[in-house]
């Protein structure tokens, strides 16, 4: 059920003014630390954050699709390692279940996702399976009530605070390709798991990705999510889903940059005047703005199809892929307006650079929303 419009305007007010009041002070500790502070994720699970996307008779919020995106283009106002805290439990390392689980796995999870008590996160991609997804080598074979699992899950956000791995692994090894692949909800504490160091990185400091390593780990049957051959599936909607949740943070870390070039143009004097007053300055602010407004209208154009029931992996693929190159170049068009001031680390504008670089990469690659978008356009038509 959607909110009522003041409900859901002061939710937006209020993950605004957490954004403005507690996130942007702290970026640069956080990017510095490498860890976002404890205070910083108790005021998450006290505003509920953890929870937007899951039902509400599981201790959620139980946001629509278009109010959750309206929610990431706030978060996105600020460090993406913020969001990062929350977004496995959003998205991708929950939703797996909230789609495909059964009734008991609900009830035993989602209300501690909801409340960020518990994290899960998403063990899909491999050393050698990232764009392939569907070449995964971990194996789960069946023994009895249990499957022995064995592999390793690489690039694995929040790994290293998980109480819960969606995972994606072979049930059938003799199926090499999508329908040999089954998902599971693996509670993070069984024997043979091991996660690995946090893995150093371009940018998003404060977020962290591991190595999650099965050896031997025995899985009760019970922990299947959906049917047996269907992980693939399972996955692929994840990430449909995930794909509009990361375009929301692009169309906000956008809008924030946009924001900080026009407040350092009005400010900054060059040649005896504002460099606002530049055509060549107004010309880049200009394509942002448009490029930003256009990002924003196709995220919430294919949340409202998704929320009403429409098949959006098309629509999906060109939003993820339109809006993360979009805040790489308004990102970059940021640096350039700031000039030397872009480059230091004072004004954080280099970090932003850095930190949206990943958008194109995960949750499927610009090369990999291309092939879905060509794919499902042919389908269409042939
Ligand atoms: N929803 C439901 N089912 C889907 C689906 C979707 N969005 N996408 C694919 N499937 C199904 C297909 O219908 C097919 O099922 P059938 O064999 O029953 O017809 C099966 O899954 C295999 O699909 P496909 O043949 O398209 O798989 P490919 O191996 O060609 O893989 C890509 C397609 C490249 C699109 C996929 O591997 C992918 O998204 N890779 C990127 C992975 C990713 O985002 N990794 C990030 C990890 S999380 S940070």
């Not at 929040?158 to 003799?174: C, E, G, H, W």
């Not at 026009?262 to 942002?288: N, P, T, W």
């Not at 949340?303 to 979009?326: H, I, L, P, Q």
Request: glycine content about 10%; overall charge neutral.
């Amino acid at each position: 059920m959607p909110l009522d419009i003041e409900t859901r305007n002061e939710l937006i007010a209020t993950v605004r003014r957490f954004v403005s009041e507690r996130l942007v002070p702290n970026e640069d500790k956080t990017a510095r630390d490498d860890l976002v502070p404890d205070a910083i994720v108790a005021e998450m699970r006290e505003l509920g954050l953890f929870g937007i996307s899951i039902p509400t008779e599981y201790g959620g919020l139980g946001l629509t699709m278009e109010e959750e995106v309206l929610v990431c283009i706030e978060l996105g106002q600020t460090s993406p390692a913020f969001r990062s805290t929350i977004g496995t439990n959003v998205g991708i390392g929950s939703q797996g279940l909230v789609m495909f689980g059964r009734e008991d796995q609900k009830r035993e999870w989602l209300p501690k996702l909801a409340s960020g008590e518990a994290i899960a996160s998403f063990c899909l991609t491999e050393p050698g399976a990232g764009s392939d997804a569907a070449s995964l080598r971990t194996t789960a074979i069946r023994k009895g009530d249990h499957f022995v699992v064995n592999g390793t899950k690489r690039y694995i956000t929040n790994a290293n605070k998980a109480s819960v791995f969606t995972l994606m692994a072979r049930t059938d090894p003799a199926n090499k390709g999508a329908g040999g692949i089954t998902a599971f909800f693996v509670p993070a504490n069984l024997k043979g798991i091991t996660i690995g160091k946090p893995d150093r990185k371009m940018g998003q400091q404060g977020a962290h990705i591991c190595d999650v390593i099965f050896e031997d780990c025995h899985v009760p049957a019970s922990c299947m999510l959906g049917q047996e051959g269907q992980g693939f599936r399972v996955a692929m909607q994840v990430l449909d889903r995930g794909r509009l949740h990361i375009s929301a943070v692009c169309v906000g870390v956008s809008e924030r940059l946009i924001r900080d070039a026009v407040k350092y143009a009005l400010e900054r004097d060059q040649f005896g005047q504002k460099i606002a007053e530049f055509q060549l300055i107004q010309a880049m602010l200009a394509d942002s703005k448009t490029e930003s407004y256009a990002a924003r209208c196709m995220v919430l154009d294919a949340a409202r199809k998704r929320d009403a029931g429409d098949n959006v992996t098309m629509e999906a693929a060109c939003t993820k892929y339109f809006a993360s190159e979009m805040v790489g170049r308004v990102a970059d068009r940021a640096v350039q307006i700031f000039g030397g001031a872009g480059y230091v680390t004072d004004y954080g504008v280099e970090r932003f650079y850095r930190d949206v670089r990943i958008f194109r990469i995960y949750e499927g690659t610009s090369q990999v929303q291309q092939l879905v978008i060509a794919k499902n356009l042919l389908k269409s038509m042939g």
